[in-house]
């Protein structure tokens, strides 16, 4: 069983940058895909960017050269770095896990979820 609490959002102006931080539980972390998604008001969850046990990452295009994705392993930690941010990242993030070794951007294979963190970027 692994537990995700996510931290980190906030308000911030257009430009700015936020850390969002996923702290998890569980001895076999370093095993797990990790990965953050969002989900903006009316709109389906949508992938975000996703690092795998070996560092391997995968980004969505919409944040690719923005958004970097880190995990410490013996933090048990993820973390998103958002830079650049625009209006149209707000929505609220959340951390994800899985225990294959494939990056995927399916949320339903994502097997564990956290309770999500509200990104709001103001104009």
């Known amino acids: 069983q692994v537990q995700l609490v996510e931290s980190g959002g906030g308000l911030v102006q257009a430009g700015g940058s936020l850390r969002l931080s996923c702290a998890a539980s569980g001895r076999t972390f370093s095993t797990y895909t990790m990965a953050w998604f969002r989900q903006a008001p009316g709109k389906e969850r949508e992938f975000v960017a996703a690092?795998?046990?070996?560092?391997?990452?995968r980004y969505a295009d919409s944040v690719k050269g923005r958004f970097t994705i880190t995990r410490d392993n013996a933090k048990i930690t993820t973390y998103l770095q958002m830079n650049t941010l625009q209006p149209e990242d707000t929505a609220v993030y959340y951390c994800?896990?899985?225990?294959?070794?494939?990056?995927?951007?399916?949320?339903?294979?994502?097997?564990?979820w956290g309770q999500g963190t509200q990104v709001t970027v103001s104009s």
């Open positions: 994800a896990a899985r225990s294959g070794v494939v990056i995927t951007t399916t949320p339903s294979a994502y097997n564990y």
């Open positions: 690092i795998s046990w070996s560092g391997s990452t």
